[in-house]
């Protein structure tokens, strides 16, 4: 997978306002805005979609005082939170043209378009451009994004990965303390994973996150070729950088990375985003590759993966140890894991 990152455009209610009901509505060509809060009461959290495409989600929402509303999104800059900017109806005038949330604190704006809402740092700028390692701009081009679910997936059977559905009953087993509350498919790809969580209607909010626009745009086209998609209110797409996590801290029930920990340029600034972000008690799920067993006996492999991580930007972790010691660096407790040749499942818990 690639670096991380999202889809639709997202804002929030202010802090006295909550949005407790959210009944669907009809499809048709609309703005694009999306609303999501969390109760203090339970972990649910609801949401209210229109987009610019010819399919849309809607809603009709009833808000409602209550009293320590929990926020998601947060300025990637400074982490605190996020205000929307709106019509005095609460919509959004031009989801595409105008900005649509900003920082309560540095002011810096950021806007959405038909798929998904921009939350990295650099998003909106004009002239400056910062390239990224090898292996994720790879994940940015048309071609693999679109190749993604149509056989390059697939391949990693040969690696040990048992296939999407296996691997996401699998994950299920580990997220089961955190089930109705939110999820953050990090580094989704095509939105394979994040589909499987929204269909679940096992939590109340998925966040689809990657880096890549055109993965997030395949994401979005992927999603509306099903038709009766369930959920389809509650799955948000967002584009950010997996070391700066556009969240507040302590704001999100589960992280779950499906074979995007080695593409990351530095797996400890991403892990320790993630655990910022993770609630106590909150869970963290990832799949890699790990070449251990007979690829310990290849000469130089420490060397090798060196110059791997230079050039490439990806990692290549040679034993469980150094998963579980990554996860322990990062205030992540109770490793456990999952083997299949070089397939891992693991799994680690933000101390509550």
């Not at 230079?310 to 034993?319: A, E, I, K, Q, V």
Request: hydrophobic share 40%.
């Amino acid at each position: 997978m690639t670096v991380v990152s999202g889809r639709f455009s997202t804002a929030f209610l202010p802090t006295c306002f909550s949005l407790s009901r959210l009944h669907s509505v009809s499809y048709a060509a609309q703005r694009c805005v999306v609303f999501v809060s969390r109760s203090a009461h339970a972990s649910s959290a609801s949401v209210s979609v229109e987009t610019n495409s010819n399919v849309r989600v809607g809603s009709v929402i009833e808000k409602e005082k209550t009293r320590g509303e929990k926020k998601v999104l947060a300025c990637p800059i400074c982490y605190n939170s996020l205000a929307w900017i709106s019509q005095p109806n609460g919509l959004i005038e031009s989801a595409t043209s105008g900005t649509q949330l900003q920082c309560n604190t540095c002011k810096r704006s950021y806007s959405g378009n038909e798929t998904h809402l921009d939350l990295a740092v650099a998003s909106g700028s004009k002239t400056y451009s910062e390239p990224m390692p090898l292996s994720t701009e790879l994940f940015r081009t048309p071609l693999v994004s679109f190749l993604y679910e149509r056989g390059w997936r697939q391949n990693f059977i040969w690696g040990g990965f048992p296939g999407p559905e296996k691997e996401f009953e699998m994950a299920k087993d580990y997220l089961k303390p955190v089930l109705g509350g939110n999820i953050i498919d990090a580094s989704c790809g095509s939105g394979m994973f994040s589909r499987l969580f929204a269909r679940s209607e096992l939590f109340s909010l998925v966040i689809a996150l990657d880096y890549s626009e055109n993965m997030l745009r395949q994401c979005y086209e992927l999603l509306n070729q099903e038709e009766n998609f369930p959920n389809r209110e509650k799955l948000v797409l967002v584009r950010a950088d997996i070391a700066r996590l556009p969240f507040l801290s302590g704001s999100v029930d589960a992280v779950h990375a499906g074979a995007a920990l080695h593409c990351w340029p530095s797996p400890s600034s991403a892990v320790a985003e993630i655990s910022r972000v993770l609630r106590p008690g909150g869970v963290f799920v990832a799949t890699t590759f790990i070449y251990d067993g007979p690829f310990s006996f290849i000469p130089f492999l420490k060397n090798l993966r060196q110059e791997l991580m230079r050039y490439s930007g990806s990692h290549m972790f040679l034993n469980e140890r150094e998963l579980e010691d990554l996860c322990k660096a990062c205030g992540l407790v109770g490793f456990t894991r999952v083997r299949n040749g070089p397939f891992i499942m693991l799994s680690a818990t933000k101390p509550s």
